[in-house]
Each structure stands twice: as structure tokens, then as C-alpha cells.
């Protein structure tokens, strides 16, 4: 009597876990993540008290559901622990700011916008332009860059220049 019950006690563990451990892998895809790299970063001056800082990143999509790109910020930090919010640039406004200051060299990646979409399995390059209200030399001597990049359910990623 209690060796039929081990055997159906073990069974039933068995079973319960080989159904748990399925579940979990037709779920893994389904958690968002956006893991990237900032590849490149170029500034230029504007004038005495602002300065242009394009990054150029490579961000990964490894779930199996779309991400669409709600909002796009950067921030700056700087040595001394103060952080200073860009604004970013337009497509437009990026094409223009190449053609303008030959500085920055040529422009590589198309920039990532709103309603831009990283599709599944999916890695892309893109870059984000945006002008700074402090010198040059503040931006050359930050501690690092970092964009965000909100999602368009609420959710925020962030790349991390270092």
C-alpha cells in the first residue's frame, strides 16, 4: 500500500514539474528587455555655452513581441555628479546638423524616433543627436552619456555610455 502510494506521489511530482518547466519555455520570449551598446560618440560646439553630442548604439530586442519606441531622451553626467538633459534632434534636424558642421563626420545610422518599431529577434543600429547647454568641454570631460528609451506601454530602458 505505501509503495503504490510513493510511486503515484512521484508520478504526480513529475508530471506537475514537466508541465511548469513547459509553460516556462513557451514563455521566454514574452519578457521585454532592450539590452545595447553606445558604439560611438561625436561632439561638436555650437557656440561658447552649448555643444551637439551624437551617439551612435546598437540596441537588441531578444523576446518574440514588437517594441515600439514611445519617447527617446539623453542625459549627460558629468564629473562633479551633475546630470544635464538634452534635447534630441529630429530625423530632419539631424540630417541638417550633418550637413552643417562637417565635425561630426558622416551621419551612419538613421535616427531613432517615436513610433519607431525594433522588431523581435532583432538587433538595429540607430543614433540620437541631441544639443547640450554646456561648453564642449564639459560634454568631452563627462563621466558618461545615457539615453532612455521609453516604451510605448510605460515601460523605460536605459543605455549606458560606460
Same mark, same amino acid.
Given at each position: 500500500m505505501k509503495n503504490n502510494f510513493a510511486i503515484a506521489f512521484g508520478i504526480g511530482l513529475a508530471v506537475i514539474a514537466m508541465t511548469v518547466a513547459g509553460i516556462l519555455y513557451m514563455q521566454r520570449g514574452a519578457h521585454m528587455t532592450l539590452p545595447g551598446k553606445v558604439l560611438k560618440v561625436?561632439? #561638436?560646439? $555650437? /557656440?561658447?555655452?552649448? &555643444?551637439? #553630442?551624437? $551617439? /551612435?548604439?546598437?540596441? &537588441?530586442?531578444?523576446?518574440?513581441?514588437?517594441f515600439m519606441v514611445q519617447t527617446v531622451t539623453v542625459e549627460m553626467e558629468d564629473n562633479q555628479g551633475r546630470t544635464?538633459?538634452?534635447?534630441?534632434?529630429?530625423?530632419?534636424?539631424a540630417k541638417a546638423l550633418f550637413e552643417g558642421l562637417p565635425l561630426l563626420g558622416q551621419k551612419f545610422n538613421d535616427t531613432l524616433i517615436t513610433r519607431d518599431r525594433i522588431q523581435p529577434r532583432t538587433s538595429v543600429d540607430r543614433m540620437v543627436a541631441a544639443r547640450f547647454e554646456a561648453p564642449e568641454a564639459t560634454l568631452e570631460g563627462r563621466k558618461r552619456f545615457l539615453i532612455r528609451i521609453e516604451e510605448s506601454d510605460g515601460k523605460s530602458y536605459e543605455i549606458s555610455e560606460r
Open positions: 561625436r561632439t #561638436a560646439p $555650437l /557656440d561658447e555655452n552649448s &555643444s551637439v #553630442a551624437v $551617439l /551612435d548604439f546598437r540596441i &537588441s530586442n531578444p523576446s518574440d513581441v514588437q544635464y538633459l538634452g534635447k534630441v534632434a529630429a530625423e530632419q534636424d
